[in-house]
T-cell receptor, first 109, second 114 residues
């Protein structure tokens, strides 16, 4: 069973700050997903990674397979980035997701 | 952009009643999932469905739960006799095929059992 841990659980920052959210997992995976959950509850997929780094706008996701660790970075953070960010993984040969507990991000204007 | 839809957005029911939560996955997707999130907790896998049958289910998915794809577009989750602890947000998701494809989530149905 894969244990997915995220840190920090809560993060408050000023607008414009560089944000880093971390995720670690216990068992080797085929892919890692970063998801965003807004206050209304809906989940949006941000990234799916199996190696290296991906960038989309102000968001960057990296993964280190050997260390079983991933980070999500937000540059020039904005109040609209306020949401819960969730890390989830696929174990090998399995498409179901195992989720972390999420990081609640609040960006203050 | 194609999206997964779910109805209703909010369902309130009495304990012991049956509920059916509906999902319409993206049309060319082949694999379907139900997840749930109890308030304040992490999202949990319930069941996966492929080729008109369950491919995997969690220990949460007991005999009170069932899924079906009745007409080739809808994907439903039925809870036969709801309990208070079934109160949660239920998410449907779909992927195009196996092997490293992004999961697309529906907006969720909030189920409240009184």
């Amino acid at each position: 069973k894969n244990e997915v841990e995220q840190s920090p659980q809560n993060l408050t920052a000023q607008e414009g700050e560089f944000i880093t959210i971390n995720c670690s997992y216990s068992v080797g995976i085929s892919a890692l997903h970063w998801l965003q959950q807004h206050p209304g509850g809906g989940i949006v997929s941000l990234f799916m990674l199996s190696s290296g780094k991906k960038k989309h706008g102000r968001l960057i996701a990296t993964i280190n397979i050997q260390e079983k660790h991933s980070s999500l970075h937000i540059t020039a953070s904005h109040p609209r980035d306020s949401a819960v960010y969730i890390c989830a993984v696929n174990n090998f040969g399995n498409e179901k997701l195992t989720f972390g507990t999420g990081t609640r991000l609040t960006i203050i204007p | 952009e194609p999206e997964v839809t779910q109805t209703p957005s909010h369902q309130v029911t009495q304990m012991g009643q049956e509920v059916i939560l509906r999902c319409v996955p993206i049309s060319n997707h082949l694999y379907f999932y139900w997840y749930r999130q109890i308030l304040g907790q992490k999202v949990e896998f319930l069941v996966s469905f492929y080729n008109n049958e369950i491919s995997e289910k969690s220990e949460i998915f007991d005999d009170q739960f069932s899924v079906e794809r009745p007409d080739g577009s809808n994907f439903t989750l039925k809870i036969r006799s709801t309990k208070l602890e079934d109160s949660a947000m239920y998410f449907c998701a779909s992927i195009e095929r196996r092997g490293g494809y992004q999961q697309f989530f529906g907006p969720g149905t909030r189920l409240t059992v009184l």
